[in-house]
Nanobody, 120 residues
Framework: QVQLVESGGGLVQAGGSLRLSCAAS????????IGWYRQAPGKQRELVAT???????NYADSVKGRFTTSRDNAKNTVYLQMNSLKPEDTAVYYC??????????????WGQGTQVTVSS
């Protein structure tokens, strides 16, 4: 079982930056693939960025070049650095940790989310 806690959200002006953290307890986060998702009011949850257990990253086109995800295995934490923020980035941001177990089952865990609000 993995417990995930996001932090770092807040209110920022357009063009500003925030760094979100996703801290894990109960298991070593390094063995999990991490996905960062966001959900704006009235919209579906969308995948923003991923980082594999080996460190490979992928980004949605809407955030490519502005967002960077990284992991600090020593701190059991994954980060999402968000630069050049836009009002359309306003959403609740969630981290998700997933892996395939030794018996081939997919295990996935969610954090509680952190609100990011970008003012114009």
């Amino acid at each position: 079982q993995v417990q995930l806690v996001e932090s770092g959200g807040g209110l920022v002006q357009a063009g500003g930056s925030l760094r979100l953290s996703c801290a894990a307890s109960g298991s070593t986060l390094s063995i999990y693939a991490i996905g960062w998702y966001r959900q704006a009011p009235g919209k579906q949850r969308e995948l923003v960025a991923t980082i594999g257990s080996g460190g490979s990253t992928n980004y949605a086109d809407s955030v490519k070049g502005r967002f960077t995800t990284s992991r600090d295995n020593a701190k059991n934490t994954v980060y999402l650095q968000m630069n050049s923020l836009k009002p359309e980035d306003t959403a609740v941001y969630y981290c998700n940790a997933g892996r395939t177990t030794s018996v081939g089952q997919w295990r996935s865990y969610w954090g509680q989310g952190t609100q990011v609000t970008v003012s114009s």
